[in-house]
């Protein structure tokens, strides 16, 4: 891009322990297989997966001190994240999630142990907030509690805001804010959660994303794992299958997804666009043992989809 926007993430910084089965995945017993640490939380992977697209990214979220958080701090000052202006903790331990994979590289089960974000002392963190920030996108995930959300749109209007909403259960955390959303991505069961709206058919899909732009979203995109995604606006709700991949981790995809979104826009780009860059995104992570696939980069510097309709 000959001029990139800043781009500024509120969210989170976690550690990644993931465990690979040797074989077919057996519950109520031991498992064979090899562990991965890595950097991960979902703020962290979409900053540095945008910062592989070339943007000039700041990550603004909360560490610890214990081991991990320093080594989670380092991984960030050396991947260019620029994260001066997150709040740093004493006497705290780094957030971390665990995550057991079944034998088609698929999350059969995870644990969030996120305590620095789910008992952090809110006004702490707003008071903490910078006082101006230049970025064009403000992207938001709700590890965030709602009130901290409704901080952030209310300190920094006139934003490009993007939202992810991470899990079920926590994207019930974004319901105040949607009227200020310009780009929503959730998932399936994360949007029936947040809507009320249970899917049976494709017709309940379009149900879904009116629900949406009613509510203020400009632009929503619904991902539907092996189904693909389903995204539109007020003048348009179209479908979109994946692209094809070798799974080897599933975590991240959501994260890259959410970058590649930015990404398109960033170009001006038709939202069928930023859905097929998006997937994309998503089809190098997964077949990559971490949560972000540096080599995501090559989708900006080859002759990708996008680059293709503009000729």
């Known amino acids: 891009m000959s001029k990139k926007p800043k781009i500024c993430v509120f969210g989170a910084a ?32 979409i900053a540095e997966n945008l910062k592989y697209l070339d943007f000039e990214v700041e990550l603004i979220s909360i560490f610890g001190d214990d081991p991990l958080s320093d080594f989670l701090i380092k991984d ?47 006004d702490l963190f707003i008071t903490n907030f910078p006082g101006k920030i230049e970025a064009e996108y403000v992207v938001l995930e709700t590890n965030l509690s709602s009130r901290i959300l409704e901080a952030i749109v209310e300190k920094y209007p006139g934003k490009k805001l993007v939202l992810d909403t991470v899990s079920g259960k926590k994207a019930l955390r974004a319901k105040s804010v949607l009227k200020d959303i310009y780009i929503l991505k959730t998932n399936l069961l994360e949007a029936e959660v947040l809507s009320g709206i249970k899917i049976q058919n494709d017709r309940d899909l379009k149900k879904l994303i009116y629900f949406f732009l009613v509510k203020g979203v400009t632009k929503v995109f619904i991902t539907l ?6 995204y539109g606006t007020q003048n348009l709700i179209e479908k979109q299958n994946p692209v094809p991949a070798t799974v080897k981790n599933t975590t991240g995809a959501g994260d890259s997804f959410v ?49 293709e309709r503009q000729n």
């Open 259 to 307: 970058a590649g979104l930015v990404y398109a826009d960033a170009l001006h780009k038709s939202v069928r666009d930023m859905a097929t860059f998006g997937m994309q995104m998503a089809a190098l992570t997964v077949s990559h043992h971490e949560a972000v696939n540096p080599d995501v980069r090559n989708l900006v510097s080859s002759s990708d989809a996008l680059q």
């Open 225 to 230: 794992g092996k189904q693909g995604v389903i």
């Open 76 to 122: 960030c000052q050396n991947k260019g994240l620029y994260i001066d202006r997150s709040l740093f903790l004493k006497d705290m331990p780094a957030s971390t999630f665990i995550a057991v994979l079944d034998d088609h590289n698929d999350l059969a089960v995870g644990i969030s142990a996120m305590q620095l974000y789910d008992d952090i002392d809110e």
């Open 14 to 45: 976690n550690v990644d322990i993931t465990g690979f089965p040797d074989t077919e995945l057996v519950y109520n017993d031991a498992n064979t297989g090899h562990m991965k640490t890595a950097a991960g939380g979902v703020g962290r992977n």
